[in-house]
């Protein structure tokens, strides 16, 4: 058994714990899977590098309704794709040569381990390992649901589906949350033909009803949506194509040349083996962890195990991995001053075409909250073409939604749809964060004219608080 000072189990948002304070101490970094995790090298930024050339692609379609002809003559699948990898295989690949190669203290270890203890681990080649600290940063990872033919090898999940030789002309998305919007998004701008089929009645349906009754309005204009259905099948054609058929309400059947399932990811606790070394875990199998990120067993934190991220989590947020990682590094080497992770305004974007951004309470939520609470609420709900920037874009759609508590004037939830929500909402999240109240937000400092944020600033002004 190898001893070390701190062991790490997983390289996303993992990696980022080995910094200086662990220099000269024996460290043990530890996944099986590709270097850098989820999010540099099948997640947040593939994704958005495929969202941008998208976003250009539906721009030729825009640009007409404002006397801009252009025409989108190709879409070179094979040159954006190698574009993307060849920036993000070089960063996983120099990521690792340097903690494989350049630091003395680091050991990688390129192996699944499990746990054999709370602070011990065996690789699957039977190395064991065993640390004073260990910190569980192992993720997810996508389901896959119990359909026959989920394994054939035109059904992809978002780790394989970027990586695809060709675009597919025709393409099923099996789920309707974040990953099948962002996916249909993708492939629908560069000319695949998308269908979705979603098991519930609305696309984003864990967001405000207001952005997924209005996002559902939009998907259901720009791709081919099947609501309140499941896929039943998957069969390959002769032609190498795939049968789908759906089951639900009315059975439906087609023929695509792709399958994407994106019907969510379950924390990978099984593998890791947690439950048998009887940590505990909710009802999701996420680790469960007190707010200075220390992982419990029956109730109680366990000295020196931490989680962070997807494995510990219900966000799934780069960022909040992230935000978790900054709590759990400090607090390694600070165990008389622990810090506690702030998971009070997290806010998330999907980036679509348009884009959806949100942070706080959903109105049902803030209801629910001032009925147990003895508060009312006050919501305003602001067009983007009712700002002058709106005006200029022709746009229809857009909006932003804020909900505030009557008396207080506090910003209890921010819901946007429509062009660049995700950086609409910043100065929302600024204020929920630091406890700025609506009136002050709005009427405290200049808005800049006639740009986009005006819309943010004209919503506050409608809300009917004191
Ligand atoms: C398609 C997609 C798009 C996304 N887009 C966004 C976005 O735009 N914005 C955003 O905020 N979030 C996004 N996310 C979510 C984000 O990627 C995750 O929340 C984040 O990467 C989680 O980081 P993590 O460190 O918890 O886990 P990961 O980065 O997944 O790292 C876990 C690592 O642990 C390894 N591992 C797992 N089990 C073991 C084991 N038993 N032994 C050894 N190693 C193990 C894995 O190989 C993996 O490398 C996206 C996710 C996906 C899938
Ligand atoms: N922009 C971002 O921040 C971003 C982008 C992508 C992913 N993510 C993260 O990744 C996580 C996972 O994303 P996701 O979209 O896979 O999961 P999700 O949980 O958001 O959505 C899963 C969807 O699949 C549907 N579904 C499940 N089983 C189905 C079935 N058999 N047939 C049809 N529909 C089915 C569900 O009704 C749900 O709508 C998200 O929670 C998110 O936090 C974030």
Redesign the pocket.
């Known amino acids: 058994m190898t001893h070390y000072d701190l062991a790490i189990?997983?390289?996303?948002?993992?990696n980022s714990l080995i910094n200086a304070d662990w220099d000269g101490r024996k460290v043990a970094l530890?996944?099986?899977?590709?270097?850098?995790?989820?999010?540099?090298n099948?997640?947040?930024i593939p994704?958005?590098m495929f969202v941008f050339p998208a976003e250009l692609a539906t721009g030729a379609q825009e640009a007409q309704s404002l006397g801009v002809d252009l025409e989108l003559r190709d879409v070179r699948w094979r040159a954006i794709r190698d574009r993307i990898f060849s920036r993000i295989d070089a960063i996983s690949r120099d990521g690792r040569r340097y903690r494989a190669d350049e630091l003395d203290n680091v050991t990688l270890y390129e192996?699944?381990?499990?746990f054999t203890g709370e602070k011990t681990l065996v690789t699957a080649s039977g190395e064991e390992i065993h640390a004073d600290q260990v910190v569980i940063?192992?993720?997810?990872r996508?389901v896959l649901p119990d359909i026959p033919g989920i394994t054939l090898p035109q059904v992809h999940t978002?780790d394989t589906i970027m990586r695809l030789e060709e675009l597919p002309a025709r393409i099923l998305i099996i789920g309707g949350g974040?990953?099948a919007a962002?996916f249909a998004h993708i492939f629908g701008a560069f000319g695949s033909a998308v269908t979705v089929v979603n098991r519930s009645g609305s696309l984003l349906r864990t967001l405000d009803e207001t952005v997924s009754e209005a996002f559902t309005a939009e998907a259901v204009r720009q791709w081919d949506v099947v609501l309140n259905h499941t896929v039943a099948s998957l069969t390959a054609n002769d032609d190498g194509s795939v049968h789908a058929v759906l089951d639900g309400t009315e059975g439906q059947e087609l023929d695509v040349d792709v399958v994407l399932v994106a019907a969510g990811?379950v924390p990978?606790t099984d593998?890791?083996g947690a439950a048998d070394v009887g940590l505990d875990l909710d009802p999701e199998g996420r680790l469960v962890v007190d707010g200075h990120q220390r992982v419990l067993r029956d109730g109680s934190p366990i000295d020196g195990l931490w989680a962070?991220?997807?494995?510990s989590n219900r966000?799934?947020?780069?960022?909040?991995?992230n935000h978790e990682?900054r709590i759990v590094a400090h607090n390694l080497t600070h165990p008389d001053s622990l810090r506690t992770s702030d998971h009070r305004f997290v806010p998330?974007?999907v980036?679509t075409h348009p884009q959806v951004a949100v942070v706080g309470l959903t109105e049902a939520e803030a209801l629910a909250k001032a009925e147990a609470e003895g508060f009312e609420i006050t919501v305003a709900v602001q067009q983007y073409g009712s700002t002058a920037f709106g005006w200029a874009m022709e746009d229809t759609t857009g909006f932003v939604k804020l909900i505030a508590h009557q008396r207080t004037g506090m910003i209890l939830g921010a819901h946007i749809m429509g062009h660049e929500a995700s950086m609409i909402i910043q100065p929302v999240i600024q204020a929920m964060s630091f406890g700025l109240d609506a009136q002050t937000m709005a009427s405290g400092q200049y808005w800049i004219h006639p740009a986009l944020t005006e819309v943010v600033e004209n919503a506050l002004l409608s809300l009917k608080t004191g």
């Open positions: 189990v997983g390289s996303g948002s993992g530890i996944d099986g899977g590709v270097f850098g995790g989820t999010c540099l099948v997640g947040c994704t958005k192996e699944y381990v499990r940063a192992a993720g997810s996508a978002s974040y990953i962002e990811r990978n593998r890791l962070l991220g997807d494995v966000f799934q947020l780069k960022h909040v991995a990682a998330a974007a980036f």
